[in-house]
């Protein structure tokens, strides 16, 4: 609807006692009252009227100034054509229009949300648009962190659901996996290097392993994977992996190594590391392409309270280890970045990515108190930052301590006695014949009750008590304090295909416990046995 405005006697009239008020001090009046801005605009868009807000907070001139100013210009650039279509809508439709936008102040770069109205309004056969704006900044801020916090959660969720997926076939899938590794490493070593079988064999055992890795990296994404985290040297266990990452990018991109963190200890398993380290090498190799650098570089820093005014305490104050692997590849889009923690997002072409390495990082970033900083730019190269707090002085255990890897593991068995429970019959199986390959005595019981039968009515001594963690009736650290009453002294290597978050509490996370994750292959389940049996174990 139009507002004719007509000359004529105001509003106010004659009031008793009261003499009359001069129009234009109550029009001004009415406008200066108004919270926030007034304006008219001709059908140019120009400056006919305003009140002070609209001058001194928006437009930040002089009356004189304003007069002819473009009401236009005080848009946002992004926000510029809509409010044009706008405004020439209103003047041709006369319908009134109220809109959101951002108005910026005195010129920018800085802007304000308004809530504005506009109508038209004919004046003397000529056509205006009357409005006013509101600010609604706090508001709109408001909404954007709850849907910032909404993303968050979606998020969140998504990973909550692929952690399930994969915590769900994992159990059955490594039980598989560990017996098609297994058997397929046995026939290898029972077949002639001149055999047609090998090639075969070699693919099966590929093949498996890939499978392997790729539960691994679901289940080390969704921070499902069992881990037995130790106190380690960052400087050192970055350095010890050094060999292995040059043959992984190859000899025509250069890799960089500067140590920063001389003697700083975080606490993580020392496998993640690997991971860490491998899948950000490969994403740099792969952004390289042809020729260019890697550089792995380590560093400390204190981070306090100010550091993380947007994080709401997802990062905490203190001081971290930072990791950094800094390459100049092809970079990232900015649209990309938000995307690439995401499982199975990746910008690689079919079938040369999972789209789970960083997704991995993630969650082994996450599951050990740290946080990642990523910067990237389209051609200049990406930077990814792990950072993982730093473990005190007085930690309770001494870096790089207790390691059986550095022990020698013994060709043969002497004679030991390996008492194993599995209720998996095949894997039952795989584990007694390839024991018993190496000379070992073994005994074996598909359930809790028959092992503790066995441990009895067994007459010499039992050295290695090899069991699965979940087992029917009694778990395997019950079945350990059990069996250790009837043999003192015992060594005891859980095993399980189960996810972290399931056999959580069952006693295998406790310092000083030894396991291995199904699927395990031959050489793995003899070393891991060796290695206890030896005297440094």
Not at 242 to 267: F, N, Q, T
Request: net charge negative; proline share 4%.
């Amino acid at each position: 609807m139009d507002s004719t405005l007509q000359p004529g006697h105001g509003a106010f009239g004659e009031l008793q006692g009261i003499s009359r008020i001069p129009e234009h001090d109550i029009t001004d009046s009415i406008i200066e009252s108004i919270p926030g801005a007034f304006y008219m605009l001709d059908a140019m868009g120009r400056y006919v009227r305003w009140n002070a807000f609209q001058r001194d907070v928006i437009v930040g001139s002089g009356d004189r100034e304003m007069a002819g100013c473009n009401a236009m210009e005080t848009f946002h650039p992004d926000d510029r054509a809509e409010a044009v279509q706008r405004m020439q809508r209103v003047l041709e439709t006369g319908v009134e229009d109220i809109a959101e936008g951002r108005v910026l102040l005195r010129g920018g770069p800085d802007y304000r949300w308004f809530l504005m109205t506009g109508r038209r309004a004919i004046i003397g056969g000529m056509p205006f648009i009357i409005g006013t704006g509101v600010d609604i900044t706090d508001r709109k801020r408001a909404e954007e962190e709850n849907e910032k916090l909404g993303q968050q959660l979606q998020h969140s969720q998504k990973m909550e659901i692929v952690g399930k997926l994969a915590g769900g076939i994992a159990h059955d899938f490594n039980n598989m996996l560990a017996v098609i590794l297994g058997h397929a490493e046995a026939l290898l070593e029972e077949t002639p290097e001149d055999s047609d079988g090998r090639d075969h064999l070699d693919s099966i055992l590929k093949a498996a392993n890939r499978s392997a890795d790729l539960t691994r990296q679901l289940l080390s994404f969704a921070r499902r994977q069992v881990v037995l985290p130790k106190v380690l040297e960052l400087d050192q266990a970055i350095a010890d992996t050094m060999s292995l990452l040059h043959r992984l990018i190859g000899e025509h991109i250069e890799l960089d190594w500067r140590p920063g963190a001389g003697g700083v200890r975080i606490r993580i398993d020392p496998s993640q590391v690997d991971q860490i380290l491998t899948n950000l090498c490969v994403n740099a190799r792969d952004a390289i392409g042809r020729n260019g650098t890697v550089t792995i570089s380590s560093s400390i820093v204190h981070l306090g309270e100010r550091a993380f005014p947007q994080e709401r305490g997802e990062r905490k104050a203190g001081e971290y280890a930072v990791l950094t692997v800094e390459d100049t590849g092809s970079g990232m889009e900015p649209e990309v970045l938000p995307h690439i923690f995401e499982p199975f997002f990746t910008t690689k072409e079919l079938g040369k990515g999972t789209g789970l390495g960083l997704s991995t990082i993630y969650g082994i970033v996450k599951q050990n108190s740290g946080f990642i900083d990523v910067s990237s730019e389209p051609g200049r190269g990406s930077r990814f930052s792990i950072h993982l707090p730093v473990v005190a002085e007085d930690g309770s255990v001494c870096a790089g301590s207790g390691s059986v890897a550095e022990c020698e593991v013994p060709g043969r068995s002497d004679g030991r006695v390996v008492l194993i429970v599995e209720d998996e019959p095949d894997i039952l199986k795989l584990c007694r014949f390839v024991l018993e390959a190496r000379g070992f005595a073994v005994l074996s019981a598909p359930s809790p009750g028959e092992a503790v039968s066995l441990a009895r009515s067994h007459g010499g001594s039992i050295d290695l008590l090899l069991t699965d963690v979940i087992l029917p009736k009694m778990n395997g650290s019950e079945l350990a304090s059990r069996i250790s009453e009837l043999h003192p002294g015992i060594r005891v290597l859980y095993m399980s295909g189960y996810t972290a978050d399931v056999i959580d509490g069952q006693g295998v996370s406790a310092r000083g416990v030894r396991f291995i994750q199904k699927p395990f292959s031959v050489r793995e389940l003899a070393s891991k046995v060796g290695e206890l049996l030896t005297a440094c174990s």
